[in-house]
Nanobody, 126 residues
């Protein structure tokens, strides 16, 4: 079982930056693809970014490409999401997710995450 705990959410002004962290339990973290998803009020949850086990391959939603950066530190069992040039439409609950095997990226989203955190709220004010 993997437990994921997000932190770093809060209120930020448009144009500002925020960094989210996700601390994972379990000795096999370094073998998992990790990702971030978000859910805005009244909308479905959507893919934001993912990073493979080595950190060498990353995937991004078109809406955040060039503004957000996903990274990981396997020694600390932590994955990060650096968010720059934030917009009000980035306001959402951000969820950390893990793929222990079998997941894949296709058509601009990632399928097969099987562990989820409880989320952290990011609010971007205009």
């Amino acid at each position: 079982q993997v437990q994921l705990v997000e932190s770093g959410g809060g209120l930020v002004q448009a144009g500002g930056s925020q960094r989210l962290s996700c601390a994972a339990s379990g000795r096999t973290f370094s073998t998992y693809t990790m990702g971030w998803f978000r859910q805005a009020p009244g909308k479905e949850r959507e893919f934001v970014a993912a990073v493979t086990w080595s950190g060498h391959i990353t995937y991004y939603a078109d809406s955040v490409k060039g503004r957000f950066t996903i990274s990981r530190d396997n020694a600390k069992n932590t994955v990060y999401l650096q968010m720059n040039s934030l917009k009000p439409e980035d306001t959402a609950v951000y969820y950390c997710a893990a793929d222990s095997g079998g997941g894949y990226y296709s058509g601009g989203t990632y399928y097969g995450m099987n562990y989820w955190g409880k989320g952290t709220l990011v609010t971007v004010s205009a």
